[in-house]
């Protein structure tokens, strides 16, 4: 079964970085692009960024271009959330998403001094 895995959250002070990983199993991963959502307290999910399935096509929400990059692993299975610059209003949990309706189950990304 489809099955995605997020890791790499934690608390961070604004202006750090962190990268986020997003292990994927239980399909042919280099078939189907991915994606990042968050979700900040009492918001709604929102799209981050996403990416083909090569690689070659790249898509950010305009509140993170420029301070966050989305790349993939074929190899590994694995796409990454490198984020920079991070900023309070960052803080959420992020998803790993995949076409179908797949979701991971999230992590928790707290920017705070």
């Known amino acids: 079964q489809v099955q995605l895995v997020e890791s790499g959250g934690g608390l961070v002070q604004p202006g750090g970085s962190l990268r986020l990983s997003c292990a994927a199993s239980?399909?042919?991963?280099?078939?189907?692009?991915m994606s990042w959502y968050r979700q900040a307290p009492g918001k709604e999910r929102e799209l981050v960024a996403g990416i083909s399935s090569t690689g070659g096509s790249t898509n950010y929400a305009e509140s993170v271009k420029g301070r966050f990059t989305i790349s993939r692993d074929n190899a590994k299975n694995t796409v990454y959330l490198q984020m920079h610059s991070l900023k309070p209003e960052d803080t959420a949990v992020y998803y790993c998403?995949?076409?179908?309706?797949?979701w991971g189950k999230g992590t928790l990304v707290t920017v705070s001094s």
């Open positions: 998403k995949r076409r179908g309706g797949y």
């Open positions: 239980g399909f042919t991963f280099s078939a189907y692009g």
